[in-house]
């Protein structure tokens, strides 16, 4: 089953897909790997986490490289969709991800800003709190399976 599963990864394949051609549930998948991660080598759950993300290094790596040799070719459409799609590795490379990090930078400005304006307390959270009602600051909304 570990042995199958890395197969799976190293070929680019979601956790759903995994789960379903182990014949286990999504949900028991995505329970396996997040247990094994506090769990020794020994253990199964923790065999299975390594594994797929172990697949997913090696596919991550194999597209990278030919990303670089696409370019050459100037046609990097289908690694470029694969590192903005892929669960592995969306969280990088995605614009989603592209924008989070902006939002991230523009909290940490006007937090500077804030802390540099001398503000009172009763008056700084008035500020955060109209920043939160636009929006800003927010946590993002779920974007699928990892």
């Known amino acids: 089953m570990v042995k199958g599963a890395g197969t799976m990864a190293a070929a680019g394949a979601t956790v759903t897909m995994i789960a379903a051609s182990l014949g286990i549930s999504r949900k028991t998948a995505h329970c396996w790997i997040r247990e094994g991660q506090d769990l020794p080598d020994s253990d199964l759950r923790a065999q299975f986490r390594n594994t797929i993300h172990e697949g997913w290094l090696n596919t991550g790596k194999n597209y990278l490289s030919n990303l670089k040799e696409q370019s050459s070719n100037g046609s990097t459409t289908a690694a470029t969709w694969f590192?903005?799609?892929h669960p592995f590795f969306r969280d990088d490379f995605s614009d989603a991800a592209a924008e989070r990090r902006t939002e991230r930078k523009t909290v940490a400005q006007v937090m500077d800003a804030l802390a540099s304006a001398g503000l009172t307390?009763?008056?700084?959270?008035r500020v955060l709190l109209q920043i939160q009602a636009r929006g800003l600051g927010t946590p993002p909304a779920d974007e699928g399976e990892p």
Not at 121 to 125: I, L, S
């Open 83 to 85: 590192l903005t799609h």
């Open 121 to 125: 307390p009763d008056d700084e959270r």
